[in-house]
């Protein structure tokens, strides 16, 4: 990955890059106002003819005022052009409104991140999320989940299964591969993955291990379903290393949850995982790897939502590089056998075997 190697601009375009920094802050809460309020929905549906700034106060009912300020901003912030009095909508101004991926990034940042983010110098230095505190009283996110405002619970799964729903179906063809009867998912959530195997497979049987909160939710998911008996449940805190995890599976599966741990507990739950598994068991493991990253702006979101890790999440976990990650699996005592990256938008699966 050369991304990081050089720094190619200009003093010029540097310094202007840091004034960009410097009111980021500032640039997102108006690229959300400007969405929210609708002006960006107005000035798109005049297209390429654009619409006059009396138009879009009068297609608003906002004030006068209130539309100039906003307006004069998207043009800084490149949401929005200006050409004889028309007003059109950039390219970037069109994500903003219609990309899927955009837009679960920035309601998970307004929603989850963005107040708390005011401490994340504090969890920097006391490896504790500091900022989870505006969302509420637990020890880590997770186990409020279930416990969010319907607006915040809605933005940190959209987020959360942007990333995972397009990986799921590539990855069957190597979890199935040796027709597995019985898969742990470890960390199931919502239990998309149970569901989505137990329609693949006619013979498959999954058990979820989660915390109270999320395996409840799996559960009324997964109730509807007509093979919903093929679905079994653990309540286990998989921290405490006291408890040990149910033997008898052939697959241990995990997608985007060991990097909600430290490098420590990382090893601890992949050992218990060690200990569950016979000879010719498998730990399947779907995690999204900032160094392994086609193009550059994946990169850079891998690398901003390890802050929310840091901060909200737990304080203690990101998204990994693969080097270090593996170093990982290597110390629980397994051999990572096959590494298949460029999974969906920005997944890896790593195959470990004892």
């Given at each position: 990955?050369?991304?990081?190697?050089?720094?190619?601009?200009?003093?010029?375009?540097a310094?202007?890059?840091?004034?960009?920094?410097?009111?980021?802050?500032?640039?997102?809460?108006?690229?959300?106002s400007?969405?929210?309020?609708?002006?960006?929905?107005?000035?798109?549906?005049?297209?390429?003819?654009?619409?006059?700034?009396?138009?879009?106060?009068?297609?608003?009912?906002?004030?006068?005022?209130?539309?100039?300020?906003?307006?004069?901003?998207?043009?800084?912030?490149?949401?929005?052009?200006?050409?004889?009095?028309?007003?059109?909508?950039?390219?970037?101004?069109?994500?903003?409104?219609?990309?899927?991926?955009?837009?679960?990034?920035?309601?998970?940042?307004?929603?989850?991140?963005?107040?708390?983010?005011?401490?994340?110098?504090?969890?920097?230095?006391?490896?504790k999320?500091?900022?989870?505190?505006e969302?509420?009283?637990?020890?880590?996110?997770?186990?409020?989940?279930?416990?969010?405002?319907?607006?915040?619970?809605?933005?940190?799964?959209?987020?959360?299964?942007f990333?995972?729903?397009?990986?799921?179906?590539?990855?069957?063809?190597?979890?199935f591969?040796?027709?597995?009867?019985?898969?742990?998912?470890?960390?199931?959530?919502?239990?998309k993955?149970?569901?989505?195997?137990?329609?693949?497979?006619?013979?498959?049987?999954?058990?979820?291990?989660?915390?109270?909160?999320?395996l409840?939710?799996?559960?009324?998911?997964?109730?509807k379903?007509?093979?919903?008996?093929r679905?079994?449940?653990?309540?286990?805190?998989?921290?405490?290393?006291?408890?040990?995890?149910?033997?008898?599976?052939?697959?241990?599966?995990?997608?985007?949850?060991?990097?909600?741990?430290?490098?420590?507990?990382?090893?601890?739950?992949?050992?218990?995982?060690?200990?569950?598994?016979?000879?010719?068991?498998?730990?399947?493991?779907?995690?999204?790897?900032?160094d392994?990253?086609k193009?550059?702006?994946?990169?850079?979101?891998?690398?901003?939502?390890?802050l929310?890790?840091?901060?909200?999440?737990?304080g203690?976990?990101?998204?990994?590089?693969?080097?270090?990650f593996?170093?990982?699996?290597?110390?629980?005592?397994?051999?990572?056998?096959?590494?298949?990256?460029?999974?969906?938008i920005?997944?890896?699966?790593?195959?470990?075997?004892?």
């Amino acid at each position: 990955m050369d991304y990081f190697k050089s720094d190619n601009k200009t003093a010029l375009e540097a310094k202007i890059y840091a004034q960009q920094i410097a009111f980021a802050p500032i640039v997102f809460q108006a690229t959300k106002s400007l969405r929210n309020l609708g002006i960006l929905s107005i000035i798109k549906a005049e297209g390429r003819d654009g619409i006059s700034f009396e138009e879009i106060v009068k297609k608003s009912n906002l004030s006068i005022y209130g539309v100039r300020v906003l307006v004069e901003a998207g043009l800084g912030i490149k949401l929005i052009t200006l050409n004889d009095d028309k007003y059109k909508l950039t390219l970037a101004g069109y994500y903003i409104l219609t990309d899927e991926m955009t837009i679960a990034n920035l309601d998970f940042v307004h929603d989850i991140c963005y107040k708390g983010m005011f401490d994340l110098e504090k969890s920097i230095a006391t490896g504790k999320p500091t900022g989870l505190k505006e969302l509420g009283e637990w020890n880590t996110v997770y186990e409020g989940l279930s416990s969010l405002t319907e607006q915040q619970k809605e933005s940190w799964f959209k987020f959360d299964h942007f990333y995972s729903d397009y990986s799921f179906d590539a990855v069957f063809e190597h979890v199935f591969k040796n027709n597995p009867k019985r898969i742990l998912d470890i960390g199931g959530n919502t239990g998309k993955w149970a569901l989505k195997c137990i329609n693949y497979s006619e013979t498959i049987h999954v058990s979820i291990v989660d915390l109270p909160g999320q395996l409840k939710m799996a559960q009324e998911n997964i109730k509807k379903d007509k093979n919903a008996e093929r679905v079994s449940f653990y309540e286990m805190n998989i921290l405490e290393e006291s408890n040990k995890l149910p033997k008898g599976y052939d697959v241990i599966w995990m997608s985007q949850f060991l990097d909600c741990f430290s490098e420590d507990e990382i090893v601890s739950i992949l050992k218990r995982c060690y200990e569950a598994l016979d000879e010719n068991g498998k730990v399947v493991i779907l995690e999204h790897f900032w160094d392994r990253q086609k193009f550059e702006v994946s990169a850079f979101c891998l690398q901003m939502t390890s802050l929310y890790f840091t901060n909200i999440a737990n304080g203690n976990s990101q998204m990994y590089h693969s080097e270090l990650f593996k170093k990982l699996v290597k110390k629980a005592g397994f051999n990572t056998i096959e590494q298949v990256d460029g999974i969906g938008i920005s997944s890896s699966l790593l195959i470990c075997k004892k």
